[in-house]
C-alpha cells in the first residue's frame, strides 16, 4: 500500500482515493470482527460482556454482596475500559441477566429486567440493581493467579484482562449471536452437564469421532422448555459442518375440551402470539377456535388458552395450522463462527471446537499450577533466611547493632540474597521468640509438599490431564442442571 503515497511540491502527502478507503474498511472491519462481534473460544464472551463481569469483580459485586445499582456498574465500564454508549452497555448487561435469554445468567438483577414477552421492557439503569451469579465465579474465579495476559485500558491507566481464564466453555453454554463485517455469528445455548461430559470424554480419548459425541451432546438445550423437532441427522451434520438450522415448536396440553399452550420456542413472545391467533380468528381464517385467553401469571410464565368450537374438532390439526401460520414453531440458524485461539475467526465443528478448548484450558491449568509453584519457591527461601537468622540470632542482633549497612555485611557474612537480608531486617522484636521457629519448620514441610505436588503435576501430561478432569466434573456438579429443551 505504502507504495501509493507520493509526496508534491508543497511536502503534504498523497495517496489515492481508493487506496485510503480500502484500508480504511478493512481496518473497521478487523475491529468489529475481533474486538465487538464475535465471542471467543476461551471464555465465550464479547469484549462489552467480559468488560462488564470484570469491572463488576472489581467493584467486589459477587454473588454474595448486597446489590449495587446499575448505573454505578455502568459508569465504571465505560469509564474505565469500554469507551462506548452507556445504552448499548446496559443494554448487553441485561441480556445476561434474563433467565430467559442466557442459559446461565451471569447476572443477577433486581427490580425490572424485562420479561419474555417484551424483553427490552427492562427499567433505566438508575432504577434496576445488580451484581454477579455464582455462574460467574466459573469465568473469574482464576484471575489473579497468572493465568491470562494482561493489556492496558482504552487511555493506558489500568489493565484489562485479554481473556477470562473460564473453567469451563462457555461459548457452547451459553451461546451468543453477532453480526461483524462479511461474517455473523449463532450459537445456540448446551447444557452444561453434557458438555462437560463430552470434554471429560476427549481428554480420556481424544481421537473420539463426532458420533460419540454426539452421543452425549444430544442437542442444544434452550432456556425455554419448548421441543426441538429437528431431524437427529440434521443435528450430527450441523455439528459435522458447524453450520445449519434447528427447529423448536410449542408445547401444548389437552386440558377437558380446551387446548393450554404450556411452553413457547426460545425467543417468542407470548404476546404476539395471541395476536397472530387473533388476527386470523377476526379475518375468519380461524372458524374452529371460538375464543382465546392469556391466563399466564407468576406461577405459571407461559399458559395460553385456545377454547375449539366444540369437542369434536380435532385438536391436533388445529396446532398444525397455527404451528405453520404463528411464532408456535420457529427456525433459527446456527453458525459456529468464533475467535480461535490464535485469534483468528473461524467457523468450527464441535469437536474441534471442544478439542482447541480443551487447549486453551490447559494452557491455563499449567499457568496457574507454575504461578502458585513460583510463589511458593520464592517463599521457601525466604523462610530459609530465617531459619538462619533464628540459628545464629545473637550474631545477627550484634551485626545489625554495630554495622552502618548490616544488610551488605548479613549478606557476606551468612552468603544469603538480598531479599532474605531484607527479610530478617524487616522482623519484630516478637518475632525473634523459640515458638517462631517452630511456625517456620511447619511452613516450610508444608509447601514443601505442596511444591513436589505442582511438580508431579507440570512433569507429567497424565496426571495433568486428571487434573482437569476432575475440576471440569466438580464445576459440573457444582453449576450443572437438568435438561430444558426436549428433543422429539
Known sequence: MNQEITVNEDGVEQIALKTYTQQAYLNYSMYVINDRALPNIGDGLKPVQRRIIYAMSELGLKASAKFKKSARTIGDVIGKFHPHGDSACYEAMVLMAQSFTYRYPLVDGQGNWGSQDDPKSFAAMRYTESRLQNYADMLLAELGQGTVDWRPNFDGTLEEPEILPARLPNVLLNGGSGIAVGMATDIPPHNLNEVAKACVHLLDNPKASLTEICKIIKGPDFPTEAELITPKNEI????????????????????????????????????????????????????????????????????????????????????????????????????????????????????????????????????????????????????????????????????????????????????????????????????????????????????????????????????????????????????GDARRTPIV
Not at 502458585?372 to 531459619?387: A, E
Request: proline share 2%.
Open 236 to 479: 450430527i451434520e450441523l455439528y459435522k459442518t458447524g453450520r445449519g438450522s434447528l427447529k423448536t415448536r410449542a408445547i401444548y396440553l389437552k386440558e377437558n375440551s380446551e387446548i393450554v399452550i404450556i411452553a413457547l420456542p426460545y425467543q417468542v413472545s407470548g404476546a404476539k402470539v395471541l395476536e397472530q391467533i387473533a388476527a386470523q380468528m377476526h379475518k375468519k381464517k380461524l372458524p374452529m377456535v371460538v375464543d382465546l385467553r392469556d391466563e399466564s401469571d407468576h406461577e405459571n410464565p407461559t399458559r395460553i388458552v385456545i377454547v375449539p368450537r366444540s369437542n369434536r374438532i380435532d385438536v391436533d390439526a388445529v396446532m398444525s395450522h397455527l404451528f405453520s401460520t404463528t411464532d408456535l414453531e420457529k427456525n433459527y440458524r446456527v453458525n459456529f463462527n468464533m475467535i480461535g485461539n490464535n485469534k483468528q475467526p473461524q467457523v468450527k465443528d464441535i469437536v474441534s471446537l471442544l478439542k482447541e478448548w480443551l487447549q486453551f484450558r490447559t494452557t491455563t491449568v499449567k499457568r496457574r499450577l507454575q504461578y502458585r509453584l513460583d510463589k511458593i519457591l520464592d517463599r521457601l527461601h525466604i523462610l530459609d533466611g530465617l531459619l538462619i537468622a533464628f540459628l545464629n540470632i545473637d550474631e545477627i542482633i550484634k551485626i545489625i547493632r554495630k554495622e552502618d549497612k548490616p544488610k551488605s555485611t548479613l549478606v557476606k557474612r551468612f552468603k544469603i540474597s538480598e531479599r532474605q537480608a531484607d527479610a530478617i531486617l524487616d522482623l519484630r522484636l516478637r518475632q525473634l521468640a523459640k515458638l517462631e521457629e517452630i511456625k517456620i519448620k511447619a511452613e516450610q514441610k508444608e509447601l514443601n509438599t505442596e511444591r513436589k505436588t505442582l511438580d508431579a503435576l507440570l512433569k507429567s501430561s497424565a496426571r495433568l490431564k486428571t487434573f482437569i478432569k476432575n475440576e471440569i466434573k466438580a464445576d459440573a456438579a457444582e453449576f
